[in-house]
C-alpha cells in the first residue's frame, strides 16, 4: 500500500473516530437537558460567611443573577422539582473562586420512601476576584447563559410551542 494513501486513511479514520465521540457526546447533552422546556427553580449553596463578605458577596445576589437570566426566557418556578444550582468556592488565601453551575432533578418514588437528587448537567470556571464580587457574578451570569444556550436549544421545540401557547 502507498505510504500517501496509507496516511490518509489513518487521517480519516480519525477523523472519523472523533466524530462519533462528539455525535455521541452532543446526544448525552441532548438526553441529559431534555425536559420538555420545564421551568427550573434555583439554589445558591452556601459560601463561607466570612470569605463573601470580606469581597461583599452578598447571599442573596448569586441567586438573583440565576433568578433574572431564567426569568428573562420564562423558565423560573420556585416550584420545580428540576433546579440549577450555584456553586462558588472561595480560596483561603488569594483572590481565587471557583463556580461551578449544575441541573439538578429529583427522582425518586415517594410511595416507596426512595428518592435522590440527580446532577444531570454541569459546567465550571476558575478565576480571579480581585477583592470584589462582580467577577464572581459575571462568571456566574456567563455559566448560565451557557446552559441556557443548551438548554434552549434541546428543547427548542418545546419552548417554542410554549411562547406561542402563551403569547411570548
Known amino acids: 500500500m502507498n505510504l ?7 487521517v480519516m479514520a480519525a477523523l472519523l473516530a472523533c466524530a462519533i465521540q462528539n455525535a455521541a457526546a452532543l446526544d448525552v447533552e441532548k438526553r441529559n ?11 445558591a449553596e452556601p459560601m463561607r460567611d466570612d470569605l463573601a463578605r470580606k469581597i461583599g458577596l452578598a447571599g442573596p445576589a448569586i441567586e438573583r443573577v440565576l433568578e433574572s437570566k431564567l426569568d428573562a426566557v420564562h423558565l ?12 462558588v468556592s472561595l ?16 427522582v425518586g418514588n415517594m410511595g416507596y420512601g426512595i428518592g435522590g437528587i440527580v446532577t444531570l448537567w ?16 459575571q462568571a456566574v451570569a456567563a455559566l448560565t447563559d451557557e446552559f441556557l444556550g443548551h438548554y434552549l436549544y434541546v428543547n427548542k421545540a ?3 410551542a410554549r411562547d406561542d401557547a402563551s403569547g411570548n
Not at 36 to 41: E, S, T, Y
Not at 96 to 105: A, Q, T, Y
Open 91 to 106: 480560596a483561603d488565601a488569594g483572590d481565587f473562586f471557583s463556580v461551578e453551575l449544575s441541573l439538578n432533578r429529583f
Open 122 to 137: 454541569t459546567t465550571r470556571t476558575l478565576g480571579r476576584h480581585g477583592g470584589s464580587d462582580q467577577a464572581i457574578l
Open 33 to 43: 437537558l431534555f425536559s420538555l422546556c420545564a421551568p427550573l427553580n434555583i439554589v
Open 76 to 87: 423560573f418556578d420556585a416550584d420545580s422539582n428540576e433546579f440549577l444550582s450555584a456553586r
Open 4 to 10: 500517501t494513501y496509507h496516511k490518509c486513511i489513518v
Open 158 to 160: 418545546e419552548c417554542q
